[in-house]
């Protein structure tokens, strides 16, 4: 059986699109990401996400490098963070780089390859609000920025092998 692999990103209106990289038809959004008001059977408290958000954007007993244990689960509380957590960043007018730049000195991305790129889901869908015009889509700012990270990565790495 081919390995499916399907990414799950927001629309600027609020949507969830489904991408497969494989051709495939991807599974409708209903089927792909439970609704933002379910979560385990109970509603999720979007006042709760934003307080806890707005502790983690100023630090309010939490430690920086524990930000990200926060945004990076994935159950529909965790996304909720993320996206609240991210409207306390502006992005508009910056350029890609910069941005992420500006994120990444904020939030200290550790964790496990899926876990890295759910908290940056939420900056491309937050980058892709501010600045609308610059990517067709939160996807495309997405892609580009894990390529960042790639290149920077491999840049970097013989550092690693000292």
Request: proline share 4%.
């Amino acid at each position: 059986t081919p390995l499916k692999i399907c990414l799950y990103i927001c629309c600027s209106d609020g949507d969830v699109q489904t991408v497969v990289a494989n051709g495939e038809q991807p599974m409708p959004p209903e089927t792909a990401v439970p609704h933002m008001n379910h979560m385990n059977g109970g509603e999720v408290e979007r006042e709760m996400a934003r307080r806890l958000a707005e502790r983690l954007y100023k630090l309010d007993g939490i430690q920086r490098v524990d930000v990200v244990k926060h945004l990076d689960k994935d159950n529909d509380f965790s996304q909720a963070v993320g996206e609240e957590y991210l409207k306390f960043f502006d992005f508009t007018g910056q350029t890609l780089d910069h941005a992420l730049r500006s994120f990444l000195k904020v939030v200290v991305l550790i964790g496990e390859s899926q876990e890295r790129e759910r908290v940056l889901q939420h900056f491309a869908c937050r980058f892709h609000q501010c600045n609308p015009n610059s990517f067709s889509s939160s996807g495309s700012v997405l892609a580009l920025t894990c390529a960042l990270m790639l290149l920077n990565t491999d840049f970097w790495s013989w550092l690693l092998r000292r």
